[in-house]
């Protein structure tokens, strides 16, 4: 079964850790990007993919991920449930 790497951001000094879930397959994964939340599962910032496997992220929280143009400004502390699609 495909899986795809997620990151769960955790308090002091945020730390990001991978973890693996099942997902549709896709291709080719770098430059693709996507929010992180936070354990209140509001969006606190973003994630680039740096490998076309999916497996090599660099993560920017709040105002950084902003800066890097991977997320927008109105998306910062949005309510986010479920993972995005798209």
Known sequence: ????TSL?????????RP???ARAEVSH????VGPTVDSAQHVN???????????EWECYIVHPAVRQRIIGEGLLGEYAPTPGVG
Do not use: I, N, Y
């Not at 769960?8 to 990001?16: D, T």
């Not at 994964?29 to 693709?32: A, D, E, L, N, T």
């Open 8 to 16: 769960h951001a955790q308090r002091r000094g945020v730390q990001l």
């Open 1 to 4: 079964m495909p899986t795809t």
């Open 29 to 32: 994964w770098k430059g693709k």
């Open 19 to 21: 973890c693996e879930r």
């Open 45 to 55: 910032g973003g994630c680039r993919s740096l490998a076309s496997d999916g497996k």
